[in-house]
C-alpha cells in the first residue's frame, strides 16, 4: 500500500480511515521539521504510538495519576539503562518489577496515543507516509483502538480548545486565585489532584503557558483543569503584561547572563514581575521564548534637578528574556522596544568581549536607542567607560552608566536615561 504526501492534502482522518478501510498492517510516520511520531495499525485498528517531543512520558503520566511511585520509576529507568544501550521499552520493565497491573499500563498507553494522535491532528502540514512492513517493537506495550473513536476524541479535543481559548483567551494572560460566594458560604474548598498541580504554580506572576509547562500535565489537560477553575470561580485572568510593548513605551533589557538581568528587573519592580512564555513561528518551528516583565509606574527625576527636563513617564513596560532563545527570536521579542539596555558586567576586559555580541544586536534594531549600564560582580571599581565603549564598538553618543544592581534608585536612573532618548532629551 503506498500512501504519502502532506497533510494540506490529505487530512489525517481520512488516513486512518483508509488504513481502517483497507484493514492494513504497518506504521504511519508524520514528521514536520523536527517534530515528528509514528501511529501503529494492526488490521485497521490502532495499537501503539507515540510522538517527538513528547509531552508527557508514559512514566511521568503513571506518577502523576499516582499509580506509579516516584521511586518505582527512577529505578525502572535505571534498570532499563542498565539494561543494554537501547533499553528496554520502560513498559516491559514495570511489568517485569510487577511495579504496575498491565491493564493499568494498557490504559495509560491509550492515553498516550490519544495524546499523540491530539497533537498530530493540530498540524496544518507535514508530510507522511505508511509503511506497510514496519511492525512495533515487541516489547511495546500494545493495545486495540478504533479509528472512529481516536477520532471522535481528536475532535472533541479541538473543541475544547476552542471552548478555553474562547473564555481564557491568550494563553499568556496571568491567572489569579480567587474565590466565590459559595466557596466562602462553605468556608472551604475542595480540590481534585489535578488541581493541585496546577494551583500551586498560580502566584499571580506567572502566565498559563508557563504554568502549563511547569505543572506536570500534559498541555491539554492542564487548560481543561485551568479552564475548569476559572468556570467555578476560583481563578481570574489579567491581561498579559507583555501587552504593553505594543501600547506605550517599553525598555528591552539584553545581556550574556540570564540571573543578572533579571535581578535588574528585579530589583526596578520590587519583585514584583511576571513569567511569561510566547510561542513563536520562527522557519515554520515553533520556538518558546521565555519572558520576564514588569512595569515602573513612574520615571522620576533626581532629587535637586529640573523637574522640566524629566518629566514623569505614567508606565514603562521593562522586560527581557534569556540569552539561549535563538537570534531570530530574540528579534521578534525585541522589535516593539522603544529603547534598550544593555547590561555589561564591567569586572575585567574578558568580561566586556562576553557583551560584544549584545551590543551589536541591539545596533542591528533600526536605530532604536540604547544606554549600555555597567556593573560589578566581583571586581571593587567598574571598567572605565571610555574601555567600555571601546570595547563594545559603540560611540560617544551612547550613555554608559555604572549600575548598582541590587539599589532601584540606581536602575531607575538607567530606565530614566533610556526612555529620555526615546524623547530625545
Not at 476524541?153 to 459559595?182: K, M, Q, T, V
Not at 483543569?225 to 467555578?232: A, E, G, P, T
Not at 522557519?283 to 535637586?304: N, R, Y
Not at 516593539?336 to 574578558?350: E, K, T
Request: charged share 25%.
Amino acid at each position: 500500500m503506498l500512501l504519502q504526501g502532506n497533510l494540506r492534502e490529505f487530512s489525517l482522518p481520512n488516513i486512518f480511515q483508509l488504513v481502517k478501510m483497507s484493514a492494513k498492517s504497518g506504521a504511519l510516520t508524520i514528521r514536520r521539521d523536527e517534530a515528528w511520531g509514528k501511529i501503529y495499525f494492526t488490521n485497521g485498528l490502532i495499537n501503539y504510538a507515540f510522538s517527538v517531543p513528547q509531552q508527557l512520558p508514559l512514566g511521568e503520566r503513571l506518577v502523576q495519576a499516582g499509580l506509579l511511585k516516584p521511586a518505582q520509576l527512577k529505578q525502572a529507568l535505571a534498570a532499563q539503562k542498565k539494561a543494554r544501550k537501547e533499553g528496554p521499552r520502560l513498559g516491559a520493565v514495570l511489568l517485569e518489577k510487577q511495579f504496575i497491573a498491565r491493564d493499568t499500563l494498557e490504559e495509560a498507553v491509550r492515553e498516550q496515543i490519544q495524546d499523540a494522535a491530539f497533537d498530530f491532528f493540530s498540524w496544518p502540514d507535514g508530510e507522511f507516509s505508511f509503511n506497510a512492513e514496519e511492525r512495533p517493537d515487541d516489547e511495546d506495550v500494545l493495545v486495540e483502538m478504533n479509528v472512529e473513536n481516536v477520532i471522535m476524541e481528536g475532535c472533541r479535543r479541538i473543541d475544547e480548545w476552542e471552548l478555553i481559548f474562547e473564555h481564557l483567551g491568550s494563553l499568556e494572560r496571568i491567572p489569579h486565585l480567587a474565590y466565590n460566594e459559595g466557596v466562602e458560604d462553605r468556608g472551604e474548598v475542595r480540590l481534585t489532584p489535578d488541581e493541585w498541580r496546577v494551583v500551586v504554580h498560580i502566584d499571580g506572576r506567572a502566565d498559563i503557558n508557563t504554568i502549563l509547562r511547569d505543572c506536570g500535565l500534559d498541555r491539554f489537560h492542564g487548560a481543561k483543569v485551568i479552564y475548569s477553575l476559572f468556570s467555578s470561580g476560583l481563578v481570574t485572568v489579567s491581561e498579559p503584561v507583555i501587552d504593553g510593548m505594543r501600547k506605550g513605551v517599553s525598555v528591552c533589557v539584553r545581556g550574556p547572563i540570564d540571573f543578572y538581568n533579571e535581578v535588574f528587573l528585579t530589583t526596578l519592580t520590587d519583585s514584583n514581575v511576571t513569567k511569561q512564555l510566547r510561542v513563536e513561528l520562527i522557519d515554520e518551528k515553533e520556538v518558546e521564548v521565555p519572558i520576564v516583565a514588569g512595569t515602573v509606574t513612574t520615571v522620576e527625576s533626581d532629587e535637586g534637578e529640573d523637574e522640566e527636563e524629566f518629566t514623569p513617564v505614567a508606565e514603562v513596560l521593562v522586560y527581557t528574556s534569556v540569552s539561549t532563545v535563538p537570534e531570530a527570536a530574540w528579534a521578534r521579542v525585541a522589535r516593539d522596544a522603544s529603547a534598550f539596555v544593555v547590561l555589561v558586567n564591567a569586572n575585567d576586559a574578558d568580561s566586556l568581549r562576553n557583551a560584544r555580541l549584545d551590543a551589536e544586536f541591539v545596533k542591528s534594531c533600526d536605530g532604536v536607542p540604547f544606554v549600555v549600564a555597567t556593573y560589578t560582580s566581583m571586581a571593587e571599581d567598574a571598567v572605565e567607560p571610555d574601555a567600555v565603549r571601546a570595547a563594545l564598538g559603540v560611540d560617544d553618543g551612547v550613555p554608559v552608566i555604572v549600575c548598582s544592581l541590587r539599589d532601584r534608585t540606581s536602575v531607575i536612573g538607567v530606565v530614566r536615561a533610556a526612555v529620555d532618548l526615546t524623547r530625545g532629551a
